[in-house]
């Protein structure tokens, strides 16, 4: 056994390619997409390092283009959750005692993988199964899931090295273990990084994990998944499985080797699974860790001394970007009375001049959302909205002849409680309220109580009264909080990102926080010289 203390460096964000024409990554990438869209995939769980088929398959399709069959994926049932648990703490003890370096060592190669030899496979797989443009697939199927591995790697090492103090005569140390158990690992469709870094920074730390992805993710999961296996990941050290929510949780819950859930997606399921794991309380052998990034119904205020230019490129980008269906997404607006026609007429010209369709062709900025149900669901709002007179100022139309496409819609209400201001759309709508310029007090309380959620929000303004009286009065409404920027675009590192109320426990992702939380303290006290007597000075009177 080796006797060396390891540092890894603090690491540089991934660079984001810029994909220009002609330019070597655009050419790779295209290639790659044509290469993808010619073969019919046959995806299988991964149980135990093995490939698992079970011949109950599943078609995956673009939703921009699904006539076209890009695969199919196998789908599991509830004796493949049993394999996949009995595989994980089968695997268990060898992978808590591996040393650190070694597990580090994995994760650090599989970021090296993902931004050099499988770059373009991450961000084709992306764009062509959830529908994201080039540049959207780059920052996050490519740039931040390398950073998530690589400042995970950096921030546990650091977490390692934090050691309590030793007076003289005892030596005082703490080691910091995995959790006794399995952990459950259930990730979304609209980041391909979260998918990756739920079930890896569980595993990073030394836990076993049982990993179920969202369907409308398989086809880039599986490239992640292949990707580790290469880098050297154990078999059962993360287990695949695509079996539905329900019988996830039936038998993980009641198990009671469950040690912990890290989760991305609605805050239905999230409280359910809260309520399920505590009802069942009696039956673990430790106290569960539930660590969960539901939803947001974010917001963007602007105060009166805004550039009505800021304010607009801000919704434009911030609600739009990846069809809104990202959990940070501008969803809701209040303009000052002053600055809305002109706001208005900036925000209308730049979104009808999006180009809508497929991500092969680079010069849409706007793709389709992810299936038809949320297609349907999108489509219900804008329509009552329509219904019950409310000013679209921009879109409101949408076709899924040949893929599940919204138009970017900006719906002004003259109520500030109307339903799409306070429900989660998760799609490319936009509400706005404009409000009396002078009455930007009575505004921030608005904002931070007409929403159960607090992901994301920002504030626009040149007045810097006003920001610090937004920043303190919000300081609840947010996580995440955004000065004269849109509210999306955390980057690991510099914005480590989560939100409390009904948006989630805030563990962080992107920062040290959020390993704690898959990391068991034990202490250790040695005494040099212990005692060989039992009294004390004070028993003595003379």
Not at 36 to 63: C, H, L, S, W
Not at 477 to 490: E, R, S
């Amino acid at each position: 056994m080796h006797n060396a203390y390891f540092q890894f460096a603090h690491p540089v964000n991934e660079p984001v390619l810029n994909y220009a024409p002609g330019s070597a990554e655009k050419v790779a990438l295209k290639k790659q997409l044509a290469a993808f869209k010619a073969v019919e995939m046959d995806i299988p769980m991964y149980i135990n390092g093995q490939e698992v088929r079970t011949g109950k398959t599943v078609d995956i399709r673009p939703p921009h283009e699904h006539k076209h069959k890009l695969g199919h994926f196998h789908q599991g049932d509830a004796s493949h959750v049993t394999q996949a648990i009995n595989a994980a703490l089968a695997a268990r003890e060898e992978w808590a005692n591996t040393t650190w370096e070694q597990r580090a060592g994995i994760f650090l190669r599989a970021a090296e993988l993902m931004a050099t030899k499988y770059r373009a496979h991450m961000n084709a797989a992306t764009m062509l199964g959830q529908s994201k443009n080039a540049y959207q697939a780059e920052i996050d199927s490519a740039c931040e899931i390398i950073d998530f591995l690589r400042y995970n790697v950096h921030f546990l090492g650091e977490i390692y090295k934090q050691q309590p103090y030793s007076p003289q005569g005892i030596h005082n140390r703490v080691e910091y273990r995995p959790l006794e158990g399995f952990v459950v690992a259930v990730t979304p469709f609209n980041f391909t990084a979260i998918a990756g870094n739920l079930p890896t920074s569980a595993a990073m730390c030394g836990n076993v994990v049982v990993w179920k992805p969202a369907n409308t993710q398989v086809y880039s999961a599986n490239v992640i998944m292949k990707i580790l296996i290469e880098a050297g990941l154990p078999a059962g050290v993360i287990n695949l499985v695509y079996a539905d929510g329900p019988t996830i949780g039936d038998i993980s819950f009641s198990h009671p080797d469950f040690a912990g859930i890290h989760f991305t997606g609605s805050t239905g399921v999230f409280q359910t699974m809260w309520k399920t794991i505590g009802s069942n309380i009696n039956k673990y052998k430790t106290y569960p860790r539930i660590v969960g990034e539901t939803g947001g119904k974010d917001f963007v205020i602007a105060h009166k001394s805004a550039d009505p230019a800021v304010v607009a490129t801000a919704l434009a980008r911030g609600a739009f970007e990846y069809q809104g269906q990202k959990c940070s997404a501008a969803s809701r607006a209040y303009i000052p009375s002053n600055i809305a026609e002109e706001v208005k007429k900036i925000l209308v010209e730049q979104v009808s001049s999006f180009k809508i369709g497929t991500t092969e062709d680079f010069t849409n900025f706007i793709n389709a959302v992810i299936d038809e149900k949320s297609f349907n669901k999108i489509a219900q709002y804008i329509d009552n909205a329509k219904k019950d007179g409310q000013n679209i100022w921009v879109g409101g139309t949408y076709d899924k002849s040949e893929g599940y496409f919204i138009h970017p819609t900006v719906i002004e209400t003259k109520d500030p409680k109307y339903v799409t201001m306070c429900e989660e759309i998760f799609g490319p709508v936009l509400s706005l309220y404009v409000y009396d310029a002078e009455k930007f007090e009575e505004t921030l309380a608005l904002v931070d109580s007409t929403s159960e959620y607090a992901l994301t929000g920002s504030i626009i303004s040149t007045d810097r009264y006003a920001i610090d009286l937004a920043t303190k009065r919000l300081t609840n409404a947010a996580g995440n909080f955004y000065i004269n920027d849109k509210p999306t675009g955390a980057v690991v590192g510099q914005q480590p990102f989560g939100g409390a109320r009904a948006s989630g426990t805030n563990d962080k992702a992107g920062s040290m926080l959020n390993l704690y939380r898959w990391l068991s303290a034990r202490t250790i006290k040695e005494t040099m010289v212990p005692p060989t007597d039992y009294r004390y000075p004070f028993l003595q009177e003379a």
